[in-house]
């Protein structure tokens, strides 16, 4: 099971999509699934994929579904959910996302359940955490 696709996907706007995408697959490490540009080149939708989950991420809209949301920025730097991303080697993301200005808010730690992780802020507030246990295969 922990091979397939993922069936839950976080979405998020961002104030800058374009930035989003390229911040996203060269500090964190995701992939260009999709990415849907209208004339003027501004990503209007995007599928960012890490191994076998994905993120949508589209820019900041005052649409139906965009009027449900708030970023970071919107909210003072609050965030209301966290997502959590399994890595094999926790310690080499931590020094990649730090060197591209992931602003580090809980340290690269041992967790006493098992697996390293530490959590950090993306260029626009949105809260994450990279980590090596992984409850599928500490489950089985």
């Excluded at 260009?32 to 809209?61: C, T, W």
């Excluded at 449900?68 to 965030?79: D, F, Q, R």
Aim: proline content about 5%.
């Amino acid at each position: 099971m922990k091979d397939a696709p993922t069936v839950l996907i976080p979405t998020m706007q961002y104030h800058n999509a374009n930035k989003a995408v390229i911040w996203l697959c060269e500090v964190f490490g995701f992939q260009p699934k999709m990415v849907y540009k209208d004339d003027d080149e501004n990503v209007q939708h995007a599928e960012l994929v890490f191994n076998n989950g994905m993120i949508m991420i589209g820019p900041r809209s005052e649409t139906p579904f965009g009027k449900l949301i708030k970023t970071p920025m919107e909210l003072n730097g609050a965030v209301n959910s966290c997502i959590y991303v399994v890595v094999a080697d926790a310690e080499a993301h931590y020094q990649k996302a730090k060197a591209g200005g992931a602003e580090i808010v809980l340290d690269l730690v041992e967790q006493s359940y098992g697996g390293k992780d530490y959590t950090c802020r993306d260029f626009e507030g949105y809260l994450w955490s990279f980590g090596t246990y992984n409850p599928w295969v500490e489950m089985s």
